[in-house]
């Protein structure tokens, strides 16, 4: 399969199964991902396996972050969560805005390389990706932001995970203002 026919045929799962790719299935696929544009090669991410317990104590994080007295379900609705972390370097040529790019870049190429390996995926995100709660069980620095989770899964037979519609390319590629007098 071509890498054009691998991103058409990408979807969101939001519904998996219990199944999930091991660490040493990961490995290969977050190596390949990390080859994404990065200015400098400041490889600034990195990503949180989270499995089993660990989705309990993100439920109760998020619980705390909404002042909820009970944990939050969402992070089981996948046996594994791969969190995306930006890790600010520091840098006078590469802003943070361009560090945050290249580690979401991870996170969407480690999706496709996922889907094309057979597995669901969707990557999720919230206001509490930015609360202290959160970031504290994350165990993030002081110069690192959670960008999301994906959560991973197998992908249920016979459900159809829906489809996007494909993006109307002549709509939202233009030409810079003034291209056709200057030729």
Same mark, same amino acid.
Do not use: C, F
């Given at each position: 399969?071509?890498?054009?026919?691998?991103?058409?045929?990408?979807?969101?799962?939001? &519904?998996? =199964?219990?199944?999930?790719?091991?660490?040493?299935?990961?490995?290969?696929?977050?190596?390949?991902?990390?080859?994404?544009?990065?200015?400098?090669?400041?490889?600034?991410?990195?990503?949180?396996?989270?499995?089993?317990?660990?989705?309990?104590?993100?439920?109760?994080?998020?619980?705390? =972050?909404?002042?909820?007295?009970?944990?939050?379900?969402?992070?089981?609705?996948?046996?594994?969560?791969?969190? @995306? @972390?930006?890790?600010?370097?520091?840098?006078? &040529?590469?802003?943070?805005?361009?560090?945050?790019?290249?580690?979401?870049?991870?996170?969407?190429?480690?999706?496709?390389?996922?889907?094309?390996?057979?597995?669901?995926?969707?990557?999720?995100?919230?206001?509490? =990706?930015?609360?202290?709660?959160?970031?504290?069980?994350?165990?993030?620095?002081?110069?690192?932001?959670?960008?999301?989770?994906?959560?991973?899964?197998? &992908?249920?037979?016979?459900?159809?995970?829906?489809?996007? &519609?494909? @993006?109307?390319?002549?709509? @939202?590629?233009?030409?810079?203002?003034?291209?056709?007098?200057?030729?």
């Amino acid at each position: 399969m071509s890498a054009l026919e691998a991103i058409l045929r990408r979807t969101s799962w939001s &519904k998996v =199964t219990a199944d999930a790719p091991t660490r040493e299935q990961l490995l290969p696929l977050i190596e390949a991902a990390g080859r994404v544009a990065d200015h400098s090669s400041l490889h600034p991410w990195r990503l949180i396996e989270l499995r089993g317990d660990d989705r309990l104590a993100l439920g109760a994080a998020i619980a705390e =972050t909404n002042g909820d007295s009970e944990p939050s379900a969402k992070p089981l609705r996948a046996e594994l969560l791969i969190a @995306v @972390v930006v890790s600010y370097r520091a840098s006078e &040529k590469v802003p943070h805005w361009e560090q945050e790019a290249s580690a979401a870049g991870v996170a969407h190429m480690l999706s496709l390389l996922l889907d094309e390996a057979g597995w669901g995926v969707i990557w999720r995100t919230g206001g509490y =990706t930015r609360s202290e709660p959160v970031a504290r069980v994350h165990g993030l620095g002081a110069d690192e932001r959670l960008l999301g989770w994906l959560y991973v899964g197998g &992908k249920p037979e016979g459900r159809d995970p829906g489809r996007r &519609k494909t @993006v109307d390319a002549d709509a @939202v590629l233009s030409r810079m203002p003034g291209a056709a007098a200057r030729g």
